[in-house]
């Protein structure tokens, strides 16, 4: 597997009407995410801990909800909110 992001759980139910100049700032962010975690777990299908919780990042206008699941190598984007 390699490290990417997706939306959970789905990209209708997470962005549906959000402004796109939004979404391409949240999707950026994102891309940044995958790429620290990429580099804090180097092989995230060997993780044997209990998992991170829930966290945020903030975007120019607005934030968005997050889940870094090593085990799946992927970083899940539960909620977004545009300012």
Do not use: C, H
């Not at 777990?41 to 945020?56: A, F, H, I, N």
């Not at 799946?72 to 300012?83: G, H, K, P, W």
């Amino acid at each position: 597997m390699t490290w990417a992001w997706e939306y959970n759980p789905d990209e209708d139910n997470v962005v549906a009407g959000a402004p796109l100049a939004f979404v391409a700032q949240v999707e950026r962010k994102a891309d940044e995410i995958v790429r620290a975690a990429a580099a804090f777990y180097l092989d995230g299908t060997t993780y044997q801990g209990s998992g991170e919780k829930m966290k945020t990042a903030d975007v120019e206008d607005g934030i968005f909800w997050y889940m870094t699941v090593p085990r799946d190598e992927r970083i899940y984007i539960l909620r977004v909110q545009s300012l």
